[in-house]
């Protein structure tokens, strides 16, 4: 969808007449052409696809042109009705056409002086090389490539840019993958591409001629058995209605194109990783029969492909005792394709990838826990069960709950992380630990509000002198009412009401935050249109459950809040680019839809999203065999 | 007077058609020089005669300088693989047709194509069968830039994907990215140059891959899905789910009971964001903004929440689809999307005692 630059000029094009100039068509008609064209150095209205036109002839033709035509550039970039179907018919507005041909001899340039750097005999020259002596040089560059290449070009009788062998490694190395044929019957690995031995760490001769099945976690075997024993390689298509998103059975016939030599195979499975010590080496032929386990790394490997099945009497050995008992005429395995993914470490496990002293926790937006990770037990003394629900002020040191409800507040405001100073939190012995803080409102990309806040707490040190108050924590809580120290109230928290005669009951300061929040936003958002979903705050609904202290509660107003929705599912993000700081991958901030450019929605129509997304789902009939059982509570690794 | 004047310039016309000569004739060597069919050949014009030159002699020098770092000689093997494969008797012309055939395999396994790019976004190579995907061929997309053909909306994202530093590029540090790019293609995979080209949503994912010598040339190897990927044999370890555009459940289908202990009838209604491992939320973030703007998603791994404890590893692939409950009344209006997931499961349940959210722990049904 960008334009094109066209060429009015020269006689070759005498069929064609003066360029054509429109608009170029939207799918969407919200989406102006400007926010679709790629602006280009050159500024004006321009076009960025130049693409290779196909000319009738010879290059040789371009001396028939006309004489008014010095510039040699000019003829190259002639544009001639596409009869190509491959080629995208594109138009744009119509511009002087001193800057079409600027553009051409600008990118002209810019393409030889690529050719010079890419050229060694180029390189070195000081100064700027003329367009024909850096041509004539990259012939030359080229003649020489080609001689050292002879190896393999005299297998090809095709001529490629990237010989099939290599482009095999290429796609092996950028896909982290390999290749890997089983048997279907026995799972035995007749072949594994030498990428292998980077990804798992084993080499091809450890693992021809193995089971498949010694080298998948125990709990997986299930999962590959069902995917190399199909009753039928062609098993009946299931569809999911898009519209509905259901499965919907359809007795269509498999469709050839699609399966091409045989039924596709998806799944995941974890392998084992070969660590380089010897002790493990040698748990690896007990694979079936190790206990140990918890050395042994796996990586969770997606594995693609094919079933393939061939006449076992064009087999060499290794056919031999793997013809499949039910059609002993042929050998049905899978050809497959297997990643890695990387976005772990190799393992999958249950490790927790914080500092040991480091543990996550999530609050609701009144500041109560949702969400606790096990770490927080060492520290705390607490189980996360015994956190949840509960809230966050409970905890926190007297001193520090001014700091700490500012911080809140501003969280809930910001799109930032906020970090807090050092602060003192109350473990399950009484004593206090100081913590330091980074807190963040997670907010839900589609509806904008928040949906909590996460907090990343790091333990600064232990302080075990202040064992003024007794471990029980409900104790604690009613002291905040009686008062151990004697006439020592709450501190005035900013903003925090304090109508005379009650007291401040710690957990209140963060609904009063919340609060003021819904409130601010109830008052500047318009009403929900009914597709947003209320905001419910689970833990509301029984507020109190958790608290042994169930009297003299302020904060009961809590329970009635509704959060109207502030977008409904039919409203689209808009908003300006993307901002440099902003990348994807960095922790600074939240992505945010509004931080991103526009139409995205816009742009999709019913029925490319339709089609789009009909996924063809296989179903076997078989059984499972060898199912993994749900049941089982306790898996070791 | 003027006949001197006319007569310079029938010279200057002169000089001009022969350094023209000249010139075609160069062009005519270097692209005689390219690995190309003739009858391809034929048809380049002259910038991109020079665009193939150029990535031809960068994919010369990565393979070069691949070949010098890693000491394989990739050469050599090929005879010994294919014993290894149990294919027919190949020799001679049948060695090639099973090459070529092999090739074909792993990218139709691969789902997409292959892309090498240049740090400034040059699309160096392109494997042949991008056509399939974008409707154009490799001698036409080869050696323009990326951005030419990718959605505007994404071009930032690309770009800070591309950027590479030194430490980066030696290691083959990993990027893993969807973006829009622009695809002649009709639905039916016809070509078509119509005025209207598509978008189509890629998952790409790859390395980076560095070469000093002889020029300068870093780059990603990537692999190009089109999503939605298919997705086959649903097993008993996958679900699907369907949800509104906050990712909030509104239907899911009865596996999630085995899997996730929860019922399809306790999840409705509740957001995604809740049910995961907090350490995910930004996996999930990620996940839910390429779902809005770009209506496809691979989420990559995630742990979702068990109920009563515990959590499993999931991958979800999703896409934004129009919902069902669409109203007939309104044609015109615009169409209620939703959000389709398949999710597979990664791992068994990991410590199924632990509970680490409130929902865990109060039972709420």
Redesign the interface.
């Known amino acids: ?2 334009a094109r630059n066209v060429s009015a000029a020269g006689g070759d094009t005498a069929a064609e007449g003066p360029a054509d100039v429109l608009v ?4 969407s008609s919200s989406v102006s052409l400007a ?4 602006p280009s150095s050159s500024g004006g209205m321009s076009l ?8 009738k002839g ?3 033709n ?2 028939s042109k006309s ?1 008014s035509i ?1 510039d ?2 000019m ?3 002639q544009i001639r009705s ?1 009869e ?8 744009c507005f119509r511009e002087p056409h001193s800057q079409i041909e600027k553009r051409r001899r600008d ?2 340039n810019n ?2 002086d ?2 010079s ?4 005999t180029c ?1 070195p020259m000081s100064r700027k090389l003329d ?2 002596t850096v ?2 040089m ?2 030359q ?3 020489s ?2 001689g050292s ?1 002879s ?2 070009s005299e ?8 010989p ?13 993958g390999f ?1 890997f ?1 089983v048997g279907c019957d026995r799972g035995k690995i ?2 594994v591409s ?1 990428s292998v031995t980077k990804i798992l760490n084993y080499s091809r001769a450890e693992l ?1 001629g193995q089971s498949l099945f010694d080298y998948v976690h125990p ?1 997986d075997m299930g ?1 590959v058995k ?2 190399l024993s ?1 009753s039928e390689l062609y098993p009946r298509e ?1 569809l ?1 209605d ?6 919907v059975q359809a007795d269509l016939p498999v469709g050839a194109a ?1 399966l ?1 030599s045989g ?6 499975c ?1 392998m084992k990783y070969n660590k380089v010590s010897v002790k493990v080496e040698e748990k690896e032929f007990h694979a079936g029969t190790s206990k140990k386990k918890e050395s042994q790394k796996y990586c ?1 490997v ?1 594995c ?3 079933m393939r099945s ?1 006449p076992t009497s ?3 050995a ?2 031999e005792g793997e013809a499949d008992k039910q059609d002993s005429s042929h ?1 049905s ?1 899978l ?3 297997g ?1 890695v ?4 470490s190799p393992q ?3 490790e ?3 500092k040991p002293t480091e543990f ?3 609050y609701a937006m009144d500041g ?7 770490r927080a037990t060492t520290i705390l003394g607490y ?3 015994e956190l ?2 509960t809230s966050c002020y409970e905890y926190f040191h007297q001193d520090d709950l001014p700091h700490l409800a500012d911080r809140h507040r501003k969280v809930l405001r910001s799109k930032e992380k906020i970090e807090t100073n050092c602060y003192k939190f109350k473990t399950k012995y009484g004593s206090f630990v100081t913590l330091q803080s980074q807190w963040f409102s ?1 907010v ?4 904008k509000e928040v ?2 806040i ?1 907090s990343t707490n790091t333990v600064i040190s232990y302080d075990h002198s202040r064992a003024s108050r007794s471990g029980n924590k409900s104790e604690q809580l009613s002291n905040f009412k009686t008062s151990e120290d004697p006439k020592k109230s709450l501190p005035i928290i900013p903003g925090i009401s304090t109508s005379p005669g009650t007291m401040i009951y710690a957990p209140s300061i963060g609904t009063q935050i919340a609060n003021e929040l819904l409130d601010f936003n109830r008052m500047n958002s318009s009403p929900s249109s009914g ?3 209320p905001f419910s705050f ?2 509301e ?2 507020p109190l459950t958790l608290n042994p202290i169930s009297n003299n509660v302020p904060n009961g107003d809590a329970t009635d809040i509704e959060m109207p929705g502030k977008s409904s ?2 409203e689209e ?1 808009q908003g300006a ?2 901002s440099a700081g902003d ?3 960095g ?1 600074n901030s ?2 945010d ?1 509004d931080s ?6 816009n ?2 129509s ?8 009909i ?6 009939d078989t059984n ?1 065999g060898e ?2 059982d ?1 049941e089982e ?3 070791s690794l | 007077m003027t006949a001197d004047k006319e007569k310079r310039r029938a010279i ?2 002169e000089a ?2 022969r ?6 004739d ?6 005689r ?5 003739a009858s391809v050949r ?7 005669i ?2 193939l ?9 990565l ?1 070069r300088g691949a070949a010098g770092r890693n000491a394989e000689v ?2 050599g ?2 005879a010994q693989r294919r ?6 008797e190949r020799e001679g ?1 049948r ?2 047709h099973a ?2 055939e ?2 074909n ?7 997409g194509f ?1 892309m ?1 790019i240049s740090t400034e976004g040059d699309m160096i ?1 392109l ?2 069968n991008v ?1 399939k995907y974008m ?6 997309l ?1 050696g ?2 990326v ?3 990718a959605h ?2 994404d ?3 690309i770009r ?2 591309l950027r590479l530093t030194a430490e980066e590029a030696w290691h083959g540090a ?1 990027r ?2 969807v973006m829009r790019i ?1 695809s ?1 293609l009709t ?1 039916r995979g016809r ?9 189509k ?1 890629l998952h790409c ?3 980076a ?1 560095a070469c000093v010598a ?2 300068s040339v870093s780059c990603l ?3 190009c899905q089109a ?11 996958t679900f ?1 789910s ?1 949800h ?5 459940f509104t ?1 899911c ?1 009865h596996r999630v009971t ?2 996730l202990g929860y019922s399809p009838e306790e999840l409705l ?1 509740r ?1 995604i ?2 049910l995961c ?3 995910d ?3 999930l ?2 996940n ?2 390429n779902l ?5 998603s691979v989420s ?2 995630y742990r979702m929440l068990v109920r009563g404890g ?1 959590y499993i ?1 999931v ?1 979800s692939h999703s ?6 409950r ?1 109203s007939k009344s309104r044609p015109g209006a ?5 959000i ?1 997931c ?1 999710t ?19 039972h ?1 049904y």
């Open positions: 969808m960008s170029e068509e939207n799918q926010s679709l064209m790629t960025n696809m130049e693409m290779p036109r196909k000319r010879s290059i040789e371009q001396d004489a010095l040699a550039d003829e190259d970039d596409d190509e179907d491959q080629h995208v018919k594109i138009k990118k002209m393409l030889i690529k050719l750097a890419m050229i060694p390189n367009k024909l041509l004539r990259a012939v560059h080229l003649k490539l080609k290449a190896s393999f297998a090809n009788y095709k001529p490629s840019f990237l099939d062998e290599e482009l095999k490694h290429l796609v092996l190395k950028a896909a982290d290749l044929v007749v072949f030498e021809i709990k999962k069902e995917q199909a299931r999911i898009a519209k509905t998103g259901l499965q699609r091409c039924a596709r195979r998806s799944f995941f974890r969770t997606h693609t492909g094919y061939w064009q087999l060499g290794e056919g050998f395995c050809v497959a394709v990643r993914h990387s976005h772990l999958v496990n249950g927790v990838r914080v996550i926790t999530r109560k826990f949702t969400f606790v990770d096990q189980l996360p069960q949840l629900g997670f839900n990309p589609w509806t949906e909590y996460v597709n947003g979903s689970p833990q609904k029984s599912s039919e993000p680019a993307f990348v994807l991958m922790e939240q992505l839809l991103v450019v526009g139409p995205g929605l742009s999709l019913n029925d490319e999203a339709a089609m789009a997304v996924m063809s789902l296989l179903e076997t499972l199912a993994v749900f509570m306790h898996w | 200057s016309r001009a058609r350094r023209r000569r000249v010139e075609s160069v062009f005519a060597d270097l692209c020089l390219l690995p190309l069919q034929a048809h380049l014009d002259k910038p991109s020079i665009r030159s150029l990535s031809h002699m960068r994919l010369q020098a393979l990739k050469y093997r090929v014993e290894e494969w149990p294919k027919e012309e060695r090639e090459a070529v092999e090739t395999l792993y990218l139709k396994i691969l789902e292959v090498v190579f494997s042949e056509s409707g154009l061929t490799q001698t036409e080869m323009h830039s951005f030419e053909f505007p909306c071009h930032e994202e800070s994907n990993r893993d990215f622009k002649a639905h070509g078509t140059n119509l005025k209207s080209a598509m978008w949503v994912q790859g390395r891959r002889p020029a190897l990537l692999t999503l939605p990927l298919s997705h086959t044999l649903l097993s008993a370890h699907t369907q509104s555009m906050d990712m909030r239907h289908d085995l899997l209604g957001s964001y809740d491992h907090t350490l939320t930004n996996t973030n990620k839910h903004v809005c703007l770009k209506s496809q990559g791994q515990g590893w991958e896409a934004v689809i129009p919902s069902a669409s615009a169409q209620p999307l939703c389709l398949v597979y499961v990664l791992s068994g349940v990991e410590q199924p005692t632990l509970q680490l959210s409130l929902d865990q722990t109060t709420r």
